[in-house]
């Protein structure tokens, strides 16, 4: 395994361990939904970022269908 892909995988994990602390695997924040799907996914992109303060969300809206 290369560094370039240690590295990678150590970032992504702490961003993965943060969503997991801040509770959006479970309980109130588990919404799978759209945003909170996405908000996850940023959330584990940010990785240790998320320890000085970053706290990304994302709020998806879909165009509702015209009758």
Known sequence: ???RSI????WL???AA???Q???YTGQHAHFGCSGSATIAVTI???PL????VDPSVACKWPSPTP
């Not at 590295?7 to 150590?10: D, M, R, S, Y």
């Not at 998320?50 to 303060?53: A, D, F, V």
């Open 1 to 3: 395994m290369s560094r």
């Open 7 to 10: 590295i990678i995988f150590v």
């Open 13 to 15: 994990s702490v961003g």
């Open 18 to 20: 943060a969503a997991g």
């Open 22 to 24: 801040r509770g959006y």
């Open 45 to 47: 992109a940010a990785g």
């Open 50 to 53: 998320n320890y000085i303060g």
